[in-house]
Nanobody, 123 residues
Framework: QVQLAESGGGSVQAGGSLRLSCAAS????????MAWFRQAPGKEREGVAS??????TTYADSVKGRFAISRDNANTLTLQMNSLGPEDTGKYFC??????????????????WGQGTQVTVSS
């Protein structure tokens, strides 16, 4: 089993930055793909960015050039978010798998989830 715990959310004004972190525990050595998802009120959960053990990354079009995903050897996942706008408001979730996924932005392919951390961007 894998446990995930996010941190780093908060409130920021438009144009600001935040850095989210996700600490993995349990069978973290067996983690393959990791990703960030977000969910705004009344909307479906959407993929934000994902990263494979190789370091290969995938980003949603809406965050390309503004967000950067990374991970370290302990499978601590981070998401650096710059130039934030109100449209980035939502609860951000860390997710992980113990196998390769075909689509890093497809929530259905990730069995392990954190509890989420809230990001609020005011205009």
């Amino acid at each position: 089993q894998v446990q995930l715990a996010e941190s780093g959310g908060g409130s920021v004004q438009a144009g600001g930055s935040l850095r989210l972190s996700c600490a993995a525990s349990g069978d973290r050595a067996k983690i393959y793909d990791m990703a960030w998802f977000r969910q705004a009120p009344g909307k479906e959960r959407e993929g934000v960015a994902s990263i494979k053990t190789s370091g290969s990354t995938t980003y949603a079009d809406s965050v390309k050039g503004r967000f950067a995903i990374s991970r370290d050897n302990a499978n601590t996942l981070t998401l650096q978010m710059n130039s934030l706008g109100p449209e980035d408001t939502g609860k951000y979730f860390c997710a992980a798998t113990r196998w390769w996924v075909t689509s890093g932005l497809d929530a259905s392919q990730f069995p392990y989830w954190g509890q989420g951390t809230q990001v609020t961007v005011s205009s």
